[in-house]
């Protein structure tokens, strides 16, 4: 091991001892002078304006050495040439980027997560969640014996055969699927590619259980990789909170927090959704747990929730877990009236005593100004609230720390006082 690694050894611990000899030359990034500060700071992004020169003419995919302008090396990283995103970090150390180095790194991710796979209680959780688990462009969702892949960057896209490899090779796995048709592909020159990648192709419906309920997912139309399982541990504290409370889902999807409200014991659970086929899966996600009687509504929670006010319905527990409003920071004003509106209805439909579960998944609308819309909205709603717990992913989900732009999912649990 080279001096640097000794001193620094939680630094270097991808650095295995099979990889530091014969490492091929690769071609090569030139930073313009300056611009290697943020790769210093471990962000693994290098932005299209940052590069002076390509040298070697790199395919779409193709690994290749950051340097800076001094020439001295960075990192290495997955070439994008059609993104602005023109590459992004492998690793900080020189080594061969390999089957093995994604065996390796994808290995870990899933060692990571073993306490939360729990048999007949939850066999659905995140197994690699890109550029938090230092993979970009590689999310790997375990549904049962089902690993859906979803690839967004021409990086992960060039390692395909290798990455599915490696998932089909996982204990209890039988079958790799893929769903790469994020919209993010267009932004690589991706074509989308869904479809059996390893193992049976069918079925393409499959069932899973979480913290003990059972939902079908849609592989091949369910949204994302087919569930929600970023909100696992929220949908339990939804179940800790319902006993005896009329409930709102807004947003339902498969019905992923008005069946946890049911059975955790809600007096009444009523849930909004617009698409019929995620409605038509929560009806039978319903029968599977024999949790009936959740009146399921199709149509626009903007228009529904005016409904229930001019009718003088009212709830003690409502949910708001909307769809991505803005991407980016520059949407975000528009999205803060999306998100206005919604909470400020939900403030008023709540009982005194009430609580509201709000989430936001915009990773342009950062937590402080999620905080402020909520606040804004109960005070134009004329409703006194405290905010009683902060929320996110589960530990599936993490958050590097040098990587900001994984934080996208925000909830805050608010209690209406009177
Ligand atoms: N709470 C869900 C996930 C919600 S994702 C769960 O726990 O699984 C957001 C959902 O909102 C999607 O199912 C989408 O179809 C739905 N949706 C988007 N716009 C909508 C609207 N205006 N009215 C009702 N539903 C909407």
């Known amino acids: 091991m080279s001096g640097h690694s000794v001193r620094f050894p939680e630094f270097a611990s991808r650095v295995s001892r099979f990889t530091i000899h014969h490492l091929p030359l690769l071609k090569k990034l030139i930073l313009k002078p300056g611009r290697e500060k943020s790769l210093k700071r471990r962000h693994p992004w290098v932005f299209s304006g940052a590069v002076a020169r390509v040298e070697g003419e790199p395919g779409a995919g193709e690994t290749v050495e950051v340097r800076s302008s001094s020439g001295a090396f960075l990192a ?64 790997a969702d375990r549904y049962a014996s089902t690993i859906v892949l979803q690839l967004s960057s021409a990086g992960a896209e060039h390692w395909r055969e290798a990455i599915a490899d490696t998932l089909a090779a996982l204990p209890g796995v039988t079958r790799v699927w893929e769903r790469s048709d994020a919209e993010v592909r267009n932004l690589e020159g991706l074509p989308a590619a869904t479809g059996p990648l390893r193992g ?28 929600y399982l970023d909100q696992r541990v929220n949908r339990q504290q939804v179940r800790a909170a319902a006993s005896g409370r009329d409930v709102l889902d807004c947003f339902s999807y498969t019905g992923g927090f008005a069946l946890n409200a049911a059975a955790g014991g809600a007096r009444a659970v009523t849930a909004a959704e617009s698409s019929a086929d995620a409605l038509d899966l929560a009806r039978k996600n319903a029968e599977l747990n024999r949790l009936p009687g959740v009146d399921w509504i199709e149509g626009d929670v903007f228009h529904l929730l005016r409904k229930f006010l001019d009718e003088g319905r009212r709830f003690d527990l409502i949910v708001l877990d909307p769809p991505k409003f803005a991407p980016t920071a520059a949407l975000a004003a528009k999205a803060a009236r999306g998100y206005k509106d919604i909470n400020l209805l939900a403030f008023k439909l709540l009982r005194a005593g009430g609580l509201l579960f709000t989430f936001s998944c915009s990773g342009g609308v950062t937590a402080d100004l999620f905080r402020k819309i909520v606040a804004g909205s109960a005070l134009d709603a004329g409703v006194q609230a405290q905010i009683i717990g902060r929320t996110g992913p589960g530990p599936d989900h993490p958050v590097a720390l040098n990587f900001p732009e994984g934080d996208y999912l925000k909830g805050l649990l608010c209690r209406r006082t009177e």
Not at 205 to 225: A, C, P, S, W, Y
Request: proline fraction near 5%; hydrophobic fraction near 40%.
């Open 200 to 227: 049976d192709p069918q079925p393409t419906q499959i069932t899973v259980t979480e913290n003990g309920l059972m939902f079908r997912v849609d592989l091949e139309h369910g949204h994302k990789t087919g569930f």
């Open 76 to 139: 290495v990283a997955a070439y994008s040439p059609r993104s602005q995103i023109v590459a992004r970090v492998w690793d900080w150390e020189k080594r061969a980027i390999d089957g093995a180095f994604f065996n390796e790194c994808i290995k870990q991710a899933v060692d990571q997560r073993q306490t939360l796979l729990n048999p007949g209680a939850t066999d659905a959780v995140r197994l690699v969640h890109a550029e938090s688990d230092g993979l970009p462009g590689i999310v």
